[in-house]
């Protein structure tokens, strides 16, 4: 329910019944993250102290009234964390649903309470990882690893929630997103097993490829640079692809797998690929509830898995925490050099800055009380960002050529800023090779396309910007860049390659 929730059209349209119902159904559905939450931070729930005994009461019966642990069976809500943050924090919120009785009656009016035979820990799932179908070629767990999102601060979770593109039917799953690691690094995905996802989005390059174009199963090479996945889940739109011709992830997951340069299967093909490797038969089960492989199937567990992939844990996330999240203020655990470059990045072109905030953290959503942005770093919908000037022969239109509007010409998504400093080289077209290369084309290399973004420009319609940075400010944003990668990232064994050679 969050995101399609959370996007503005229908975001307008909730009542505060609506709202109070969610309230309640998150409530019910919260308590593993809460728990996490209350251990890390008692002060911040005692604010909702009211709700808090609402909500532990809700969850002692949930708890008791739980079907045996089966992980397919689990109540999907339970597993999102994002979702529940916002809601209950958010003072807009809050503070009608502590007042209002209407919460309260779900509370009240159940009153049986005793079912002993839930606690029963006997029963067992048949199919385990310890299956040695599994154990034989991955290196996987007794227990899947934890998928939601650890540890991160209340900053990045309150506007991460709000971004985020998780359908209600994919929540975050520990199992599927097992699954989803094991096909992600799995050359069975391709006609000639010779690439996987992972061929062309690596781990320690911020799952982007340090190629400027990508090699496929077939040594051709991809029309586009191969996008960063960090942070993906954070694009309310869930548009995918540089010109975002896929609607959502569940879509674009696909798309690589039947592409004619990238992997080269038909959806029938990947099936009885699949069918082929014994390890699948268990592990669709832990991720379904039964072995059956369906290209549906597939799509849920790599986008599951594709979400999961988060980074939320940087320097710059230590700054914001460490000074109450306020960006506008120096960071202690900054240099100079890295806090003049998070001035430039922030401060408006008109204010002496180098206006990178306008865009990359752009807010997402408008209106009184909206947070201001500080950790998401996405852009908001494609932009011209003037790497051409638009008159060439082969110019890639970019989301031009998916709507057909020439208004769209040379519009590309921006992959998030997060890990950017490991994906280089950047850019759709990975025409640029460097973050100083990058940082020169927005001091004085923009083009004047004609579809050139307004916030490049100087004035409405006018002339590309010119920022003409000096050398110590380039440094400094360049350094800037560089607090944005979360380094455990790269290493983090949830998602590395689980096969064992
Ligand atoms: C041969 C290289 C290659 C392989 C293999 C590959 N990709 Fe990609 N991926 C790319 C390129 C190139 C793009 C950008 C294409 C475009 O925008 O036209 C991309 C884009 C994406 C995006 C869009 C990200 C965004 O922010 O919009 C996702 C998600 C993605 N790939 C996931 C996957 C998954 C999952 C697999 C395996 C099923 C996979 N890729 C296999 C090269 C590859
Ligand atoms: C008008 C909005 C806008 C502004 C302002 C802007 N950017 Fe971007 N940025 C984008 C878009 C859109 C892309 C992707 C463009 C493409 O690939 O064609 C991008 C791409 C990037 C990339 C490459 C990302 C990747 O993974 O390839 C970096 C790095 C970057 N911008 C940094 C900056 C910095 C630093 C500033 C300030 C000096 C800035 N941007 C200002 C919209 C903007």
Redesign the pocket.
């Known amino acids: 329910m969050t995101s399609s929730e959370n996007r503005p059209h229908r975001s307008k349209a909730r009542t505060t019944l609506t709202m109070l119902t969610s309230i309640f159904i998150l409530s019910v559905g919260c308590d593993e993250s809460l728990e996490a939450l209350e251990q890390e931070n008692n002060e911040e729930l005692s604010v909702v102290s009211t709700l808090e005994a609402q909500e532990s009461e809700l969850r002692r019966r949930r708890d008791r009234r739980a079907p045996p642990r089966q992980p397919v069976v689990e109540d999907p809500i339970v597993e999102d964390p994002v979702v529940e943050d916002p809601v209950v924090e958010d003072p807009v919120v809050e503070d009608p649903v502590v007042e209002d009785p209407v919460v309260e009656d779900p509370v009240v009016e159940d009153p049986v309470v005793e079912d002993p035979v839930v606690e029963d820990p006997v029963v067992e799932d048949p199919v385990s990882y310890s299956d040695p179908r599994i154990q034989e070629v991955l290196d996987l767990p007794s227990s899947p690893h934890q998928y939601s999102i650890q540890g991160a601060s209340d900053h990045f979770l309150n506007e991460a929630a709000i971004v985020d593109n998780t359908p209600i039917d994919n929540l975050d799953d520990d199992h599927r997103a097992t699954l989803g690691r094991v096909l992600?690094y799995d050359p069975a995905?391709s006609q000639n097993q010779t690439?996987?996802?992972s061929?062309?989005?690596q781990q320690e390059r911020g799952f982007s490829d340090p190629q400027r174009l990508?090699?496929?199963f077939a040594e051709e090479l991809?029309?586009?640079?191969?996008?960063s996945?960090i942070n993906?889940r954070y694009?309310p739109s869930g548009a995918?692809?540089?010109?975002e011709r896929a609607l959502t992830?569940e879509h674009?997951?696909l798309g690589?797998?039947q592409d004619s340069?990238?992997?080269g299967l038909t959806l029938d093909e990947l099936v009885a690929e699949l069918q082929e490797n014994d390890y699948y038969q268990p592990l669709f089960t832990l991720a379904f509830g039964d072995p059956q492989i369906s290209s549906e199937r597939v799509s849920l567990a790599?986008s599951n898995f594709?979400r999961s992939i988060v980074s939320h844990d940087s320097p710059y996330d230590a700054g914001l925490s460490s000074n109450g999240g306020n960006p506008a203020r120096p960071f202690t655990n900054f240099t100079p050099e890295e806090n003049r470059g998070k001035q430039l990045f922030f401060a408006p072109v008109q204010n002496g800055g180098a206006g990178c905030a306008g865009c990359h953290l752009a807010p997402p959503r408008v209106g009184p009380g909206a947070p201001r942005p500080t950790s998401i770093f996405f852009v908001n919908g494609a932009a011209n960002i003037g790497l051409t000037d638009g008159r060439g022969d082969t110019e890639d239109l970019g989301v031009g050529a998916v709507t057909g509007r020439p208004q769209d010409n040379g519009k590309f998504?921006a992959?998030s800023l997060r890990q950017v400093g490991l994906t280089a080289p950047y850019m759709h077209d990975g025409s640029l090779t460097t973050l100083r290369d990058v940082i020169n084309h927005y001091s004085d290399g923009v083009q004047a396309h004609p579809n050139l973004d307004p916030r490049l420009r100087q004035g409405r319609g006018g002339a590309p910007q010119r920022l003409n940075l000096s050398e110590a400010d380039k440094r400094a944003l360049e350094a800037f860049l560089h607090t944005l990668t979360d380094e455990s990232v790269s290493d983090d064994l949830r998602f590395s390659n689980p096969f064992r050679e």
């Open positions: 992600f995905l690439v996987s996802c061929s062309c989005h990508s090699e496929g991809t029309g586009r640079h191969s996008m996945l993906v694009y995918m692809f540089w010109d992830l674009q997951v690589p797998i340069v990238e992997m790599l594709v998504k992959p």
